[in-house]
């Protein structure tokens, strides 16, 4: 697999005003946008640290993604987004070399790009989310 760079870091929170806020206040971060995933069952807000973009969530429902990460494990980093090209072919290889994906075909995430997850007992334990920017 050819990864690009580090999309994004995504960031399990509780309450998403306040972790701005305190990204604002301690990193003089700059959140430049809020958008929800009702596909996902988020809320997002993103920030830019240098040329990585740093996705906080919180959920929108207690039985979404994020809902039950937070009962499990609390808040805390929750997964990693590599950018790739071709991504469809990615996550064949990916299903080649004997990793199990959540998503065998990518769906449309936040900020348009198309994003596919990889299961976490397969990559050492992080959730791995591919994505590629199919505009640029
Ligand atoms: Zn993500």
Known sequence: MKLSHIEHIGIA???LEDAINFYEKVFGLTCYKIEEIADQKVRT???????????????????GPIGKFIKKKGPGIHHIAFSVEKIEEQ?????DMG???ID????????????????PKTT???LI???????M
């Open 129 to 135: 989310e591919l994505c590629e920017n199919k505009k």
């Open 99 to 101: 990793i199990t994906l």
């Open 45 to 63: 807000a993103f920030f830019m640290v240098g040329q990585t973009k740093f996705e906080l969530l919180q959920s929108t429902d207690p039985e």
């Open 91 to 95: 996550l064949m290889h990916a299903a």
């Open 13 to 15: 929170v509780t309450n």
């Open 104 to 119: 065998c075909k990518p769906r449309k995430g936040a900020e348009g790009l198309d994003i596919a997850f990889l299961h």
């Open 124 to 126: 050492y334990g992080v």
